[in-house]
């Protein structure tokens, strides 16, 4: 495949919508359509396959890396008039999640890291409140996770670190793990997954009492019938979807009552998903304030003839 070439490796998610469409990842193309169909989407960045092949080739993260996250951060902290890792009274904090591009057939691939910015330099992101601790407490799990889904050499490579100095610093570690799992996964064989990157703004499913996160059909699977089929938790982030027994889950069609402006936005977005596609659609999404968020949407199946 010919991946595109961009100098600093990185592309702003809006310009997602010009890369090729035969160049772009599952999980890019889903969410750049969303967009199109005018869902709210997360902002931030794509890291192109092309930083890694770089990495093979250098032995190390391209030099150039570094300074083109800094870049597009910077734009991204202008656009939404926050800095990150900084905690206001009035609103979520603007941190990132990290996570890689398709999972396809049986390859593995390391798990995704959420709220990075908040574990920076000493005082910089710390804050004794409950929210604080929240978000410290799912950072703290999901690097856990982060770590035990590695190969055996990146796991070990570069294994300690003091404070993050920055963001860029925090997402430069994570990075250079993850490349050294895909270099792995090549070495073995494995040659049937993209090498995309995904870094986008957090929004937070645990914010207040008119939040949410969960995952959803467009139509039910089993019966091929438009019904509301998938389950969500209200204020609890998607890191704690997997780990939440099914009887806890709450059933989309709740929704309606516990937060009906994102559950009116949902069905609407199944219906324009559904006519784009021509096909069944899997979605997994956020509600923030009231406010729906669609963190995924890739291809669905349901078993009716």
Not at 42 to 51: D, Q, R, S, V, Y
Request: net charge neutral.
């Amino acid at each position: 495949m010919n991946y595109i070439r961009v100098k600093d490796y990185v592309v702003n998610w809006e310009d997602t919508m010009r890369l090729p469409d035969s160049d772009m990842d599952e999980k890019i193309k889903g969410l750049s359509v969303a967009t199109q169909l005018g869902a709210r989407v997360p902002t931030g960045l794509i890291i192109l396959p092309e930083a890694y092949r770089a990495f093979v080739e250098e032995g190390a993260v391209p030099k150039g890396l570094g300074a083109a996250l800094a870049s597009h951060l910077s734009d991204v902290e202008r656009r939404i008039g926050q800095n990150i890792g900084i905690f206001e009274a009035d609103k979520p904090p603007l941190l990132f999640s990290l996570r890689c591009g398709d999972k396809n057939g049986g390859v593995r691939l390391p798990e995704s890291l959420v709220n990075i910015g908040l574990a920076q330099a000493e005082g910089q992101a710390k804050r004794p409140d409950a929210f604080a601790g929240l978000l410290q407490e799912e950072y703290a799990m999901q690097a856990r996770q982060f770590q035990g889904s590695l190969l055996p050499g990146a796991a070990a490579r570069n294994p300690s670190h003091g404070p993050f100095g920055s963001a860029v610093d925090e997402l430069l570690y994570y990075i250079e793990r993850i490349y050294a799992h895909f270099q792995e996964l090549e070495q073995a064989g494995q040659e049937h997954f993209h090498r995309w990157l995904i870094v986008q703004q957090m929004v937070y499913a645990n914010w207040n009492a008119h939040s949410c996160s969960g995952r959803a059909y467009t139509r039910n699977p089993r019966t091929g019938q438009a019904d509301d089929f998938g389950k969500y938790l209200m204020r609890q982030s998607g890191a704690y979807l997997n780990l939440t027994p099914l009887e806890r889950k709450k059933d989309l069609r709740e929704l309606r009552n516990d937060i009906p402006e994102a559950y009116d936005q949902l069905k609407a977005f199944f219906v324009e998903l559904e006519s784009y596609y021509r096909t069944p659609r899997y979605v997994e999404f956020v509600v923030e304030d009231r406010r729906l968020y669609i963190l995924q949407n890739t291809r669905g199946s349901y078993a009716a003839r």
